[in-house]
């Protein structure tokens, strides 16, 4: 077992542990000792905290031995995207901007996990600021990581050392943030579960912001059970976040067991079919995964969506640049000279972008929203395609490009709407094909409900990077 221990999910560790069979001591040296074996090949990480992981666990272990288990995440090991403020550690947010920021502060959710006994392994591999249009971006200060599936393949973004450290087994799992898809980008291209709420669910205080009111946090793991652990942790108001409801926080797993038998499951196949040709492969993907899910009992609805893919895509871009600008405009003037060229031109970007185009935007936006949710709404979830194109390789830009701005994730977060991609398979060349399940607000019971019975019908999470 001991050989494997690095490829335990959360909810597998969190039994053993529970249990005694399984110390926190040595679950962290295995994830310490995976690192110093691979993550110079894959670069998940930016910053790792050895010693800070070790005494965490010796804590835990004598917590556990004293009788005091805080739950499911108490001993478990997880990486942070490396744009989450963590007290005393460093957070780069890869910029030369912040090689040497120590934040006074934690972020709401770091703070969130290590309450509930994580433990936190290092910070972790991403495009600066979460900025990127999918090219290998040669300038910033960090090899960027790479996908474990095959090296030479991109392994997506912004929050591209979490999908890369889950799949390859440097942690168990991670978070990240999603402001057009960069959870869901990396998971679809590592092959994960990765799941970005319903906006306000999760709490970004303490998250450097890329755009206020597109920024979502996310998740990065192997299975839907472990997304819902680790949001069950993660949910609930914050004060120091007032874009966070004030509502009661459910019990993310209770619906995981219960199956799709009943469910009306949406179908809004124009993504994929007639706003954007996506790949043979991944439309036949996707159409034997609906089969999947129509034997497990679900119903499905076709849904006609009176909105393209390129709106979303295109009011989103509007309202991302400006916002970025907003956030980051007084070292643009003052230090452009250390930013990478992807967000320096981003930026310059937002500069001709005038008041009166972002306010219709942001107006188009809530169109957008509405009509969007009066179609989700008529059923209990929807499935949908994630990415387009398969998984290309690291010297193809225009592919790579192709791959993130020309992607399904954007949608879910002009809409605000929950969203989860898992894997349905394997392309030819061995790389994973994904799909999404999107829910009504404020229910991602029933999305991780959907998720989890696909995930338990098929073979995929018994396949493993060779990495």
Partial sequence: MKAALYHLTIGEAARLIATRELSPVELVEVFLARIATVDEQIRSYITVVAEEARAAARVAEKEIMAGRHRGPLHGIPYGLK???NTKGIRT???????????????ATLYARLRS?????LGKLNTWEFGTGTGEIQSDLPFPLARNPWDTNRFSGGSSTGPGVAVAAGTAIAALGSDTGGSV???????GLVGFKPTYGRLSRAGILPNSFSLDHPGTLTWTAEDAAILIQALAGHDLSDPST???PVPDFASDLGRGVKGLRLGVIRRFHLNDVAAAREIVAAIDTALSVLVDLGAELVEL?????????????RIIGTVEALSVHEDDFMERRALMGRALSDKLMGGLFIRGADYLKAVRWRRELAQKTDDVIASCDAVVCAGT?????????????????????MHVFNATGHPALVQCIGFDSNGMPLTMQIIGR????????????SYEAATPWRACRPRV
């Fill in 82 to 84: 490396d744009n989450f």
């Fill in 304 to 316: 006609n969506l009176p909105v393209a893919l390129q709106d979303y895509r295109l009011c989103t």
């Fill in 184 to 190: 869901r980008i990396p998971a679809a291209a590592c």
């Fill in 245 to 247: 409801v004030d509502r």
């Fill in 116 to 120: 509930a006994g994580a433990i936190l």
């Fill in 388 to 408: 387009l194109r398969l998984t290309p390789s690291v010297d193809d830009v225009a592919g790579m490009k192709d791959y993130v701005m020309g992607s399904a």
């Fill in 92 to 106: 780069t947010a890869a910029s030369r901007l912040m090689l040497d920021f120590v934040p006074d502060e934690d």
């Fill in 441 to 452: 607000y404020f229910d991602e019971n029933t999305v991780l409900r959907v998720a989890a």
